[in-house]
């Protein structure tokens, strides 16, 4: 895994995540016109949880007004975003995980 490193040995080394959109995620995302604010708490999240986060399977994350669809691979330096759509499944769903 790539990381981004400092001089300074008390800060926390950071990974590296390639993003990567799927083209579905482009063709949804001109039709239904969801909001792109999500990829940044979707990259947080693994970015502080990438030693434990599953690989090769895909994740739906909500943000309560867009859903999107992502994975990561197994070397987990990359996510793909798959697809997404603007609101949820579930109107009482706000930011979650689903498996």
């Known amino acids: 895994m790539n990381k981004i490193t400092n001089n300074n040995d008390n800060q926390k080394t950071t990974?590296?995540?390639n993003?990567?959109?799927k083209e579905h995620f482009w063709v949804s995302g001109i039709r239904q016109g969801f909001n792109l604010n999500i990829i940044i708490?979707?990259?947080a999240y693994i970015s502080n949880n990438i030693d434990t986060?599953?690989?090769?399977?895909?994740?739906?994350?909500?943000i309560g007004d867009t859903t999107i669809v992502y994975s990561v691979n197994e070397?987990?330096?990359t996510i793909y975003l798959h697809t997404?759509?603007?609101?949820?499944?579930n109107k009482k769903m706000k930011y979650q995980h689903n498996k």
Request: aromatic fraction near 8%; avoid cysteine; hydrophobic fraction near 30%.
């Open 41 to 43: 708490p979707i990259y």
């Open 15 to 17: 990974p590296k995540l």
């Open 84 to 89: 997404g759509w603007e609101g949820t499944k």
């Open 53 to 62: 986060i599953e690989t090769s399977i895909e994740k739906e994350v909500t």
């Open 75 to 77: 070397i987990r330096d």
């Open 19 to 21: 993003i990567i959109p």
